[in-house]
């Protein structure tokens, strides 16, 4: 998935106004999956500590000296000796029961003053731009009981809808929410979306 929000973002690992001039010096990611985002943000600030946590040990064994993965649950407390400049999650859907608490407060607590969080999720449903879709289109109704059963254990899958006013709850400013489709499969005819959609 990081490929395809990559070529998504035209490019961007990142929305943060980041500044290799005054770059940051202590980087975490949160959910780092296979580490991929901090490998290339190593490469991009290379004097930059990066941290990625997971609970899965999927990560690459060799990786660039200033990037360190541990093993950690982003649901426990978070002890970090020295305060963040830049906090980044992506695609952690399922994961917070209250955003708020489990993520948002815990950033703030941890960043530097000036310092920037970002989160980048995905909002699964199933929408269309030109009405073709039928309400009861298996995919679509699929993706309602997941959402269904998601709730149920009190972990939805639609969390991103709550993730701005959360961060302004806890003290976060100058708070910017980008919107960006995703299309299922090839069948936009134009061929960054084609492509989008094959890799989605």
């Known amino acids: 998935m990081h490929v395809c929000l990559k070529h998504l973002f035209g490019g961007k690992n990142y929305f943060a106004p980041l500044s290799t001039v005054n770059p940051p010096r202590r980087i975490l990611d949160i959910a780092t999956g296979t580490g ?3 490998i290339e943000m190593s490469d991009e600030f290379p004097n930059a500590e990066i941290i990625g946590t997971d609970l899965s ?50 950033a703030f607590d941890n960043l530097e003053p000036g310092g920037w969080f970002e989160a980048q999720e995905i909002l699964p449903g199933m929408l269309c731009d030109d009405g073709t879709m039928p309400e009861d289109w298996p ?34 400013v100058d708070i910017q929410q980008i919107t960006y489709k995703i ?13 989008l959609g094959s890799s989605a």
């Open 57 to 106: 040990p999927i990560q690459p064994n060799y990786v660039p000296e200033n990037v360190h993965f541990y093993i950690e649950d982003a649901l426990e407390d978070w002890f970090y000796s020295n305060p963040l400049d830049y906090i980044f999650v992506r695609l952690a859907t399922g994961v917070w029961s209250n955003f708020e608490r489990d993520c948002a407060r815990k």
């Open 36 to 38: 991929t985002w901090a």
């Open 139 to 172: 995919l679509k109704r699929l993706m309602e009981d997941l959402h269904d059963c998601a709730e149920q254990i009190d972990r939805s899958l639609r969390c991103a809808e709550t993730y701005k006013q959360a961060l302004v709850n806890v003290g976060f």
């Open 183 to 195: 299309p299922i499969n090839n069948w936009p005819r134009e061929r960054k979306w084609k492509e």
